[in-house]
């Protein structure tokens, strides 16, 4: 069964949406959507995407070239997703599925639910005791940064859940990180707060968003690969602020106030 063209430039335009949305790279939510429109036959399909919004314009069969635009207002890390649109749009291209089953397959996507509390909590933790192995710390900071990551998470998903803006998170997270684990060393629970703080807030670190920035970049989407970089940079630079700041505050109230 064939789709109407305006159902097929957004469907394609929806799947593109999707994939930006999701953590994947520029150019590939690009092609995503000139390859579906080109498996039905669409002519002179162009798409220019960033992080932020994606346009989309083809030539149907019946001559008239039909555009929309989409806004992307939501960016996050679910490789799951991109993975699925990328075997989606290469199953279409090679005619294992028809445009309709693509079409319910992408809803069935989008409607993937994120990980359970639990599971992310666990990964969270599992993920900053190991980092702080990595950076020299013992085994008694490695179950503190897991119980600090666990926690961390929660924050994160608290904050993602407002929908504040992820400087904020990370300002925060970072904030958090280092005040709890200076606490904890105070406490004499742990000997290196170092280590532990770099082990946690690793889980912060926009490593998949620098990776694509560069991507993009030698893709030749300059003006997505820039801004993506942007974005990342201060996202760090907020990581620094929030962990910074504690510790200066921390030390201040340690040495009884500014005076």
């Known amino acids: 069964m064939a789709m109407q063209p305006e159902d097929l430039l957004l469907f394609a335009a929806d799947a593109a949406r ?12 690009e092609d995503a959507a000139m390859d579906i429109i080109a498996s039905q036959g669409g002519a002179e399909a162009e798409c220019f995407a960033t992080s932020t919004g994606l346009m989309l314009s083809y030539t149907s069969e019946d001559g008239r070239v039909r555009s929309v635009v989409r806004r992307v207002k939501r960016r996050g890390m679910n490789l799951e997703k991109a993975s ?25 996507i989008e409607r993937l639910r994120e990980r359970p509390v639990p599971v992310r909590m666990g990964a969270s933790a599992l993920g900053a005791g190991l980092f702080t192995l990595l950076f020299g710390g ?21 904050f993602q859940r407002l929908r504040l803006p ?23 629970i742990t000997a ?68």
């Open 18 to 29: 999707l994939m930006l949305e999701s953590g994947g790279e520029t150019y590939r939510a």
């Open 84 to 108: 699925r649109i990328h075997t989606l749009v290469e199953n279409l291209k090679s005619d294992r599925i028809g445009i309709m089953e693509a079409a319910s397959e992408l809803d069935t």
């Open 138 to 158: 013992g085994a008694v900071e490695a179950v503190a940064a897991a119980a600090i990551g666990a926690l961390l998470s929660l924050l994160i998903l608290g």
């Open 166 to 188: 992820e400087f904020l998170t990370s300002l925060a997270g970072g904030a958090f990180t280092a005040l709890v684990s200076l606490y904890l060393q105070s406490l004499g």
């Open 192 to 259: 290196s707060p170092d280590a532990i703080i770099i082990g946690v807030i690793m889980l912060l670190v926009p490593g998949v968003a620098i990776t694509n920035a560069i991507r993009d970049i030698i893709a030749g989407d300059l003006v997505a690969g820039i801004a993506r970089g942007v974005d990342a940079f201060i996202t760090a630079a907020a990581i620094s602020a929030g962990a910074g700041g504690a510790f200066a505050v921390w030390k201040l109230l340690e040495r009884g106030g500014l005076g």
